[in-house]
C-alpha cells in the first residue's frame, strides 16, 4: 500500500514534485562539477607550475654534498663525476613513476672561448621519451625550462645555442654570431640563437644540446644532474618534521610519509632507485608549488562547501512549501489513524525518491559541467571519477531527506482538529 | 447495563483567547445508541466532536470513550485508538485528493490491519459506489464524496461512528439514502454520535442533545 501511496503521489502533481528534482538536479550537478574540478585542480595546476622548472634535481651522490662559503652554496666541481643516461630508466620502475611529468638530463663542461673558461651546459630528455630518438632540442627537453626568459629565438638544431646573459655579456656576443669553443685540442662553432636569462648559473654559460656537448667532450651517455618534475602534495607537518629529523618519525609516521608523494619521500625514492646518486628537493619551486596548491584546494573546498549549502537551503524552501500545502493531507492520515512515524516514512521515501532522480541526473550533468570547466580554466580533460555516478544519487537522496524533515515535522506538531473541521 | 460507550465527566475546552467552547458538560451515552448533537452555531458542537476522536483534549474534566480516558493519550496511541474503535464521518469529507475512491478506502485499512481490496469494494457496493471506485475524489459528486467517506469510516467495523453535520451539504435526495444508512447502522447495534442542525434529522435518531454556548441545556428521547 505504501507504494501504492507513493507511486500515485509521485505521478500526479507533477509540477511541484519537478521543481523539487530540478533543485535538487542543478545543486548537486553544481556540487558534482565543483568536485570534479577540484580533484582535478591539483593535478592540473602541479602541471601548469611543472613549467617554473623540476622540483628535484638528481646528482652523483659525491657532487651533492654541499659546499658552503660564507653561506653561500658553491656549484659543485664541475666535470668530475657523472650520472649514466641510462641509469635514468630505474625511474620507470619507481613506485612514484606515474608522478613523474618531464626527466631533464644536463651535463657540464668547461670550455674556453677567447681564452675563457666559460661553462657549457648540454640540455636533453632521456632517448626513451623523445619520440625521434636522440635529435637535438626535442619540445620534452626543453619543457622543463619554462621559466627561462630568451630573447631571440630557442635552439633548434644541434649547432645552435643559447648564451647567458652574464656569458653573453662578457664574451660580447649577440644572437646570429657564432662562437667558437676549444676543448682539450678539439673545436666546434656554434650559432647564437638567443640570451637567456635564468637568474641562475646558467646566466654564465653557454647551453647547446644534450648530443652536442656529449660528443664535443667526448662524454657519451655522461650526464652530470637529472632535473626531474613530479606531481607532489604540500608538505605538512610530518613532512617537515622528516625534513627537519628524519630519525625523530615512528615507525608508523615513516610508513605514512613514504607512501604519500611528498617532495622528500618521491626524492628519497629516486635517490634508493639510482644507485649512487643523491636526490634532493628544489626548494624554490616545491615550496611555491605548495602554496599555490594550499590556496587552490582551500578555494575549492570553499567554493564546494558554499554551493552546497545553497543547494540545501533551496531544496528546503521548495520541500518545505511542497509539504506545508499537504497539513490537511497530513491531518487527514492522522485522523484516520497514522502515527507519526507513518507520516514521517511516506514523506520521506517521496523526499528520497525526488533526491535520488535529482542526484541521478546530476550524475550525468555533473561531470560534463565539471569537464567543461576544467577544459575553461585548464584546457585538456579531466580525470572522470566513476565513484560520482553513486556518489550523485546518494548525496541527493541525502540532501532531499533532511530537507523534508523539518517542514514535515513542523506539520506534525499542528493541531489536526484545526486543520480537518476549520470552518 | 453494560460499560457507557460515551461518558463525558464535567468536560471544559477553553480555546487560548478564553472562549469557553465547552463548558462543564457531563453526558453520558449507552452502547448502541443514536444520539443527535444540535445546536446553533459556535454552540461547541464540533468542539465536543473532536473530543470524543481524540484530535482534541479537555481543558478540565474526563473524556472516557469505551472506557478509555483519552485525555491521557499521546497523538500516536489517540491514532492507535482512533483506527481501533472509531469511524469519523467529516464535515467537509477530506480525502488523499491523488487517490482513488477504492484507495481512500484502503488507506483506513492500511492504517488500521491489512489491505482488502475485496472488502473495500464490498463497503462501496453496499452503499451504492461500485461504479465509482476507480474515480479520484475531484471527480466525485457531493453526495458520492460522502458516500465514500461513510465508507472509510465503516471499513474496520467500528463501535463508534461520529458524524460532524453529515448531511449539511447534501441535497434531499442524497440526504435521504445518507439518513438510511445511519438507520442500518444503528440496527446493527452501533454507537452514533452525530452533529447536525436539521431538526427534522434529529427527530430520527433515538435522542437528542441541546447545546448552546458550551452547554447542555436540553436532552430529550425521540422514542
Ligand atoms: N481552534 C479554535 N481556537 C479558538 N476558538 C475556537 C477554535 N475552534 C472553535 N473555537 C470557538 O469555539 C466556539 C465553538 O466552536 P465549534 O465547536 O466549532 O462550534 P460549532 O461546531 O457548534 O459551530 C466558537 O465560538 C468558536 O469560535
Ligand atoms: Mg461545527
Not at chain 1, 664535443?216 to 652530470?224: E, R, V
Amino acid at each position: 500500500m505504501l507504494l501504492r501511496i507513493l507511486a500515485r503521489s509521485l505521478a500526479r502533481r507533477r509540477s511541484r514534485k519537478l521543481l523539487a528534482v530540478l533543485t535538487i538536479w542543478v545543486g548537486m550537478t553544481l556540487v558534482v562539477a565543483l568536485i570534479t574540478l577540484s580533484l582535478d585542480v591539483r593535478d592540473k595546476i602541479n602541471r601548469e607550475l611543472s613549467a617554473f622548472g623540476a622540483n628535484i634535481r638528481v646528482e652523483p651522490s659525491a657532487g651533492a654534498v654541499p659546499v658552503r662559503v660564507g653561506g653561500y652554496e658553491l656549484a659543485p666541481r664541475i666535470g668530475q663525476i657523472y650520472l649514466n643516461e641510462g641509469q635514468m630508466e630505474k625511474l620507470e620502475t619507481l613506485f612514484w613513476r606515474n608522478n613523474i611529468l618531464g626527466v631533464f638530463l644536463r651535463l657540464w663542461v668547461q670550455v674556453r672561448v677567447d681564452g675563457r673558461d666559460v661553462p657549457l651546459l648540454g640540455i636533453g630528455a632521456p632517448h626513451g621519451s623523445a619520440a625521434a630518438g636522440s635529435v637535438s632540442f626535442t619540445p620534452d627537453s626543453l619543457k622543463g625550462y619554462g621559466h627561462w626568459h630568451v630573447k631571440g629565438a630557442w635552439p633548434q638544431a644541434d649547432d645552435e645555442c643559447l648564451v647567458g646573459v652574464d656569458a653573453a655579456r662578457e664574451l660580447g656576443l649577440t644572437p646570429g654570431e657564432w662562437v667558437r669553443l676549444t676543448l682539450a685540442g678539439r673545436t666546434r662553432s656554434l650559432r647564437v640563437r638567443g640570451i637567456v636569462v635564468t637568474g641562475e648559473r646558467e646566466d654564465g654559460a653557454l647551453i647547446a644540446s644534450l648530443s652536442t656537448v656529449q660528443d664535443f667532450a667526448g662524454l657519451p651517455q655522461k650526464i652530470s644532474e637529472a632535473d626531474v618534475s613530479t606531481l607532489t602534495t604540500p608538505e605538512n607537518k610530518l613532512a617537515e618534521k622528516y625534513r627537519l629529523d628524519p630519525t625523530s618519525l615512528t615507525p608508523a609516521e615513516y610508513e605514512r610519509w613514504s607512501c604519500t608523494p611528498y617532495p622528500g619521500s618521491v626524492a628519497a625514492a629516486i635517490q634508493e632507485a639510482i644507485g649512487g646518486s643523491a636526490a634532493r628537493v628544489v626548494r624554490r619551486v616545491s615550496e611555491t608549488q605548495g602554496a599555490v596548491l594550499i590556496r587552490m584546494e582551500g578555494l575549492m573546498t570553499i567554493l564546494g562547501g558554499l554551493t552546497a549549502v545553497v543547494c540545501c537551503l533551496s531544496v528546503i524552501g521548495v520541500l518545505t512549501s511542497a509539504v506545508l500545502e499537504r497539513r490537511s493531507e497530513v491531518a487527514l492520515l492522522q485522523a484516520i489513524g497514522a502515527h507519526r512515524r507513518d507520516v514521517l516514512l511516506l514523506f520521506s521515501c517521496e523526499s528520497a525518491a525526488l533526491g535520488l532522480l535529482g542526484g541521478a541526473l546530476a550524475a550525468v550533468s555533473g561531470p560534463v559541467l565539471g569537464q567543461g570547466l576544467v577544459n575553461a580554466v585548464f584546457g585538456g580533460e579531466a580525470g572522470s571519477l566513476g565513484v560520482l555516478a553513486i556518489l550523485s544519487p546518494l548525496l541527493g537522496l541525502i540532501v532531499a531527506w533532511v530537507a523534508c524533515l523539518w517542514p514535515v515535522s513542523q506539520v506534525l506538531h499542528q493541531s489536526t482538529a484545526q486543520v480537518l473541521h476549520g470552518n | 447495563m453494560g460499560q457507557a460507550a460515551i461518558r463525558l465527566e464535567n468536560v471544559s475546552r477553553v480555546y487560548p483567547g478564553g472562549i469557553r467552547a465547552l463548558d462543564g458538560v457531563s453526558l453520558h451515552i449507552e452502547q448502541g445508541e443514536w444520539v443527535a448533537v444540535m445546536g446553533p452555531s459556535g454552540s461547541g458542537k464540533t468542539t465536543l466532536l473532536n473530543l470524543l476522536d481524540g484530535l482534541d483534549k479537555p481543558t478540565a474534566g474526563r473524556v472516557l470513550v469505551l472506557g478509555t480516558d483519552l485525555g491521557r493519550l499521546d497523538p500516536d496511541e489517540a491514532a492507535t485508538f482512533r483506527r481501533e474503535k472509531i469511524g469519523l464521518i467529516f464535515q467537509g469529507f477530506h480525502f488523499v485528493p491523488y487517490l482513488t475512491a477504492l484507495e481512500n478506502v484502503m488507506l483506513a485499512q492500511y492504517y488500521h490491519s491489512i489491505v482488502d481490496k475485496k472488502q473495500a469494494c464490498a463497503i462501496l457496493e453496499r452503499l451504492g459506489m461500485a461504479d465509482r471506485t476507480h474515480h479520484l475524489p475531484s471527480q466525485l459528486s457531493g453526495g458520492e464524496q460522502q458516500r465514500v467517506c461513510i465508507a472509510r469510516a465503516l471499513v474496520n467495523e467500528p463501535q463508534v461512528v461520529l458524524a460532524d453535520e453529515p448531511t449539511g451539504n447534501l441535497d434531499e435526495r442524497n440526504e435521504a439514502e445518507v439518513m438510511n444508512i445511519f438507520r442500518d447502522l444503528h440496527l446493527e447495534g452501533k454507537t452514533i454520535l452525530m452533529v447536525t442542525h436539521n431538526h427534522d434529522i434529529g427527530r430520527r435518531s433515538g435522542s437528542q442533545v441541546l447545546l448552546n454556548h458550551g452547554r447542555i441545556v436540553r436532552q430529550r428521547f425521540t422514542a
